[in-house]
């Protein structure tokens, strides 16, 4: 039996962001899609109704890998990466309102999957969830001049 010590460290915890983070994307993603395909087909955009909103999830998730990639490899994420997934979650909340219940209510709960995808990832990367920043290990400077570099 393992060590219970093993399930509450920060792997656990790192783990459990990550997973919710997941679940929050996968989520926004289909109600958004369906959102968005139900604005283009009543626009009568015909078989790219189904298509169209694969473009705006899609540009999101181009986004969100390049701007995770960067951050593990510690480097600054594209500014473009970051005016596209700006650009997709703007796209994806227009469509989610326009396609919602014309009520309040139907508006909030219409607007919330991006909302919900953008706070899972600010959280994911501030609370330590898989791509979060990593403080680089100090590198050893010359020797003779003693100490290290940061």
Do not use: Q
Not at 26 to 41: F, I, P, Q, T, W
Not at 50 to 63: C, E, H, N, R
Not at 74 to 79: H, M, N, R, Y
Request: glycine content about 8%; aromatic content about 4%.
């Amino acid at each position: 039996m393992p060590d219970a010590g093993v399930l509450c460290g920060p792997a656990w915890e790192r783990f459990v962001v990550s997973v919710g983070a997941a679940a929050v994307r996968l989520v926004a993603a289909a109600v958004s899609y369906e959102h968005m395909r139900a604005l283009a087909a009543a626009a009568r955009e015909g078989w790219r109704a189904w298509l169209l909103p694969v473009s705006v999830d899609g540009l999101a998730v181009v986004a969100l890998i390049t701007i995770r990639r960067a951050r593990r490899m510690g480097t600054p994420a594209d500014p473009m990466a970051w005016l596209a997934l700006t650009v997709a979650l703007i796209a994806s909340l227009a469509a989610n309102v326009a396609a919602a219940v014309p009520t309040l209510s139907g508006r909030i709960v219409a607007a919330w999957p991006p909302v919900a995808l953008l706070m899972a990832e600010v959280i994911n990367k501030h609370r330590g969830g898989a791509g979060a920043n990593r403080v680089a290990a100090p590198v050893p400077s010359n020797p003779s001049k003693g100490g290290t570099k940061r």
